[in-house]
């Protein structure tokens, strides 16, 4: 196997000079304003050594990434009456499409896409006031990454809040299908909060490893999960993950990966590594461009699809 130093350097360096870049979001107004020259990279291993490359230390938007681990506390506040409200397909639709969910009577596709995530965080909001319910999360992000700064950028939150007029038409639209318990406005308070949360590639490392750790948190030796929701959760993301891109993605670099509109991609290699991602462009699936490259890079060069070396 290569040194995965010499191949996180030069992944690096090829990026730094590819021209094709993606675009940056520009539909919630502070996400537009990031920097498209950024890109960062963190590897943790099983063994617990930590690789970085690039701006892996700089916080960004984690966006649907936070997904992945509202969906982990959801499923811990509920176990599986939640797939009563949320199905496990791939949706082969746009993450914010509102057509599919009336033919399916207001049940989301999967957890992943924006629908399927507001009827998560609905979950994870029910008993409790909004700001605890935004508080558990947080905590939960600080806990898994072993970090007690990591806050929710404000100003992202404040310019979601006031353009996110699909996510209120899904929540809305849920809403009269009997599908979200709360009002709809504090539902999507916490969502909206809850991905704009800011955090590195190193963070987001370090939280994703209990996915590749058959949902163990090695830092802690604490079970985040067990064995058998550790590796369901890796097959939505899979799955579901990277949207109507999802194939493309499973096809390219073939392991569970989930991706954000700040640009973030988190990828598990089951067994081995858990590893973060970060250029803010994205492509026509609203996927990071050169995130994905990277990765798939990184596979290719370590072994590491899960379809084998
Ligand atoms: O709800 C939204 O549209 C955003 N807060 C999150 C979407 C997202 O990250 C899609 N991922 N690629």
Same mark, same amino acid.
């Given at each position: 196997?290569?040194?995965i130093?010499?191949?996180?350097? +030069?992944?690096?360096?090829q990026?730094?000079r +590819? ?8 539909? =919630? ?12 990279i ?14 892996a230390?700089?916080?960004?938007? =984690?966006q ?20 009563r409200?949320?199905?496990r ?7 914010n499409?509102?057509?599919q969910? +009336? ?12 629908a399927g995530?507001i009827? %998560?965080?609905d ?7 909004p ?5 558990? =999360? ?29 996510? %209120?038409?899904? #929540? ?5 299908? @009997?599908n ?9 308070g ?12 190193r963070?987001? #490392? ?6 590749? +750790? ?5 830092a ?34 073939g ?5 954000g509109?700040g640009?973030?991609?988190? @990828?598990i290699?089951?067994g081995?590594?858990? =590893?973060? %991602? ?6 026509a ?5 050169? @995130? ?10 370590? @072994?590491?699809?899960?379809f084998?070396?």
């Amino acid at each position: 196997m290569p040194e995965i130093v010499a191949v996180l350097a +030069e992944i690096a360096d090829q990026m730094a000079r +590819e021209s094709e870049r993606g675009r940056v979001a520009s539909y =919630i107004p502070q996400l537009a304003r990031v920097d498209p020259k950024k890109f960062g990279i963190a590897v943790v291993t099983a063994e617990g050594a930590v690789h970085v490359a690039g701006d892996a230390e700089e916080p960004f938007s =984690i966006q649907s990434i936070s997904k992945v681990f509202t969906l982990t506390l959801a499923l811990g506040r509920v176990g599986d009456t939640l797939w009563r409200r949320v199905g496990r397909e791939p949706s082969g639709n746009a993450f914010n499409s509102i057509a599919q969910l +009336e033919r399916e009577n207001g049940v989301p596709r999967n957890p992943f896409i924006n629908a399927g995530a507001i009827v %998560v965080t609905d979950v994870v909001l029910s008993g409790h006031p909004p700001k605890e319910a935004l508080g558990d =999360i947080v905590q939960f992000m600080r806990f898994l990454a072993g970090n007690e700064e990591i806050v929710v950028d404000k100003a992202v939150a404040q310019s979601e809040t006031a353009t996110g007029y699909r996510n %209120v038409a899904l #929540a809305n639209y849920m809403k009269a299908f @009997g599908n979200i318990e709360n009002p709809p406005e504090m539902t999507l308070g916490v969502y909206f909060h809850q991905c704009a949360i800011a955090m590195s590639c190193r963070d987001l #490392a370090h939280a994703g490893r209990f996915l590749a +750790e058959d949902g163990h948190h090695p830092a802690t030796r604490r079970r985040v999960v067990s064995r058998e929701r550790a590796r369901r959760i890796n097959a939505l993301m899979l799955m579901c993950g990277h949207y109507d891109g999802s194939g493309d993605f499973a096809f390219k670099v073939g392991i569970p990966g989930k991706s954000g509109v700040g640009g973030g991609i988190l @990828g598990i290699v089951p067994g081995e590594a858990s =590893i973060c %991602v970060w250029s803010p462009g994205l492509n026509a699936t609203g996927n990071s461009h050169l @995130g994905s490259l990277a990765l798939e890079r990184l596979t290719k060069a370590m @072994g590491w699809s899960v379809f084998g070396a």
